[in-house]
């Protein structure tokens, strides 16, 4: 999920879903939960979609109604986790800080979100990374490009610095630094600072100087 441009309709003036809106997302929202709880507790491979049906109480076609594939649940676990950070954001009225604040603030906000569920996190971040689109799939880095192009234009980045490039590196960045964060338990490194330490590494080269 992108964050909203500027001037698009805020979601508490949107129409409010109808019934039948409200009931798909209620039974969606159902099969999400039951699927991300079977993959904490008894691994991504090891679950199937009959286990998340009977799990959610509903018809095993329901459940690829709204997931054609497992898969599925791990890209929405991804929107999901996006959508979090960008509504605390835009609570914040992070855009009007500056780009590098507002980048900073990004990824705390998405470490944070690992930290506070260490256990799902490896999960699910490792099966996406196995069985997923993790490095393919763009939403995050069109996120970032958007917040670097937005500094950009506002002259505190660089003219000639490629914002697809910057926002394609700072996913790059945060997708490895997680996989690492996952890898041994108890964590070997905390992960807000060492994403901060990453940036402030990207943005030396990206700032116009002082």
């Known amino acids: 999920m992108k964050i909203p441009d500027a001037g698009a309709v805020p979601a508490n003036e949107a129409p409010a879903p109808g019934r039948r809106e409200r009931k798909r997302r209620q039974v969606r929202d159902q099969l ?46 991804g ?20 780009v590098g604040e507002r980048l900073r603030r990004y990824l705390r906000e998405m470490a944070e979100l690992n930290v506070a569920s260490r256990g799902e996190t490896t999960v699910l971040m490792s099966a996406s990374a196995r069985f997923g ?10 996120e970032l490009t958007k917040i670097v192009e937005e500094g950009k234009q506002r002259g505190e980045i660089r003219p000639e610095v490629d914002s697809d490039q910057a926002g394609a ?31 402030d590494i990207v943005l030396t080269g990206i700032l116009t100087p002082s």
């Not at 049906?53 to 095993?60: E, G, P, Q, S």
């Not at 993790?134 to 069109?142: A, G, T």
Request: one cysteine or more.
């Open 32 to 77: 999400y939960e039951a699927a991300v709880g079977l993959f904490v507790t008894q691994g991504f491979e090891a679950t199937t979609m009959d286990e998340i049906a009977d799990t959610a109480d509903v018809a095993r076609a329901t459940v690829f109604n709204h997931y054609s594939q497992k898969v599925g649940f791990l890209e929405e676990w």
């Open 79 to 98: 929107v999901r986790r996006r959508a979090s950070v960008a509504a605390i954001l835009g609570q914040e009225h992070a855009e009007v800080l500056p």
């Open 133 to 142: 689109r993790l490095f393919q799939d763009p939403s995050l880095e069109i």
């Open 169 to 199: 590196l700072l996913a790059a960045c945060y997708f490895t630094t997680v996989l690492r964060w996952i890898r041994e338990e108890p964590p070997p490194f905390d992960l807000p600072a060492s994403l901060n330490a990453a940036l």
